[in-house]
């Protein structure tokens, strides 16, 4: 196997993560395939993980009641937010904006963590507990690149209570709930997130996020060259 990127597949793969978007609107009621469906959730299930204890399971969700059920649980939980920002003046911005696609979507995943798996002892978990949880956001993520590049839209849906999914989708006490999915074929990809179209909050610069050393130090000569270019990042 040659183990280096062509120049095409290096672009590829920075072409999935520039245009990549959480996506809760514009799907088509096109139907996945079941041959991409298998691709995206094996890009998923070959994430890294703490110990390669793979902690993670998909609920694949199509059962209109069942999403009836987790969108009431999204409007519960978005009155909740929405009362959170009284006398906030985003509080209109809030209420107006889309963030769910539950129902029109073609299909959702709810992604859980199960700390038991091949435990109790995971190697590498055993200091930061949390290390089990960020593993399954690997694999969302791998499953988030791999829809992009198959044309498939996701919106992650976190305005849930997680004992509604788990009751809902009858998950056991031990198991947790990490991501609820929305997953389909869109008309198109927003060249920015809705949020910064929204003008909820701007993306910030490269240069506000890497620092040199040590906690805050943004200003280092010895990485002056690199600093230069991180000044100059898009
Ligand atoms: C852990 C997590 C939870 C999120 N929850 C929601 C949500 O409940 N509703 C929503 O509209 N977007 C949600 N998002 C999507 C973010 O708003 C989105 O990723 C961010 O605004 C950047 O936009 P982009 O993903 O299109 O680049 C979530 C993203 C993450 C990583």
Known sequence: M?????GPEKDGLYKAIFSRRDVRSHFTNKEIPDDALVRILNAAHH??????????????????DTRRQVKESFLRERERSIKMLRGDER???YAGLKLEGIEESALNICVTYDPTRFGPFVLGRTSIEDTGVYSVCCAIQNLWLAARAEGVGVGWVSILSNEDVERILAIPSHVKPV?????????????????????WLPRMGLAQVVWYEKWGVHDSTEWAGLADSVNKAE
């Open 2 to 6: 040659d183990y280096t990127f062509s």
């Open 47 to 64: 994430a890294p993980s703490v110990g390669f204890s793979q902690p993670w399971n998909f609920i694949l969700i199509k059962d209109a």
């Open 91 to 93: 509080q209109e911005k």
């Open 179 to 199: 991501g609820y999915l929305c997953l389909g074929y869109v008309h198109e990809f927003a060249d920015k997130p809705d949020l910064e179209r929204a003008r």
